[in-house]
């Protein structure tokens, strides 16, 4: 089984940066480092794909909206992944979710939630005008 957990959201102004972490725990499998990311729900909208990471982090997809501004990453070795965000704007309010296929695939599979299996519970960002 696979567990994801976020955590790192919060009130922040506008211009200003936010790292997010999805911690992994693994209990009666093996993870294997699959390709994880990260999707956000505003309210009343629909949920979409902000960026998704290679299982060994060397390969990175960003949703349009987030080019620039927010970088992911993963630290295997602490079974964590990371969102790093930059020049927040109000309209990246959102709850953020981490995810994991939990098989084996490209980033491809993320960003089109293809098999998406595990989700975390999701860490709420405020980004004040």
């Known amino acids: 089984q696979v567990q994801l957990v976020e955590s790192g959201g919060g009130l922040v102004q506008a211009g200003g940066s936010l790292r997010l972490s999805c911690a992994v725990s693994v209990s009666g499998r093996t993870f294997n480092n699959y390709a994880m990311g990260w999707f956000r729900q505003a309210p009343g909208k629909e949920r979409e794909f902000v960026a998704a990471i290679g299982w060994s982090g060397s390969t990175a997809d960003y949703a349009d909206s987030v080019k620039g501004r927010f970088t992911i990453s993963r630290d295997n070795a602490k079974n964590t992944m990371y969102l790093q965000m930059n020049s927040l704007k109000p309209e990246d309010t959102a709850v953020y979710y981490c995810?994991?296929?939990?098989?084996?695939?490209?980033?491809?599979?993320?960003?089109?939630?293809?098999?998406?299996?595990?989700w975390g519970k999701g860490t709420l960002v405020t980004v004040a005008s």
């Open positions: 995810c994991t296929t939990g098989r084996y695939g490209g980033t491809s599979q993320i960003r089109y939630n293809n098999g998406v299996t595990y």
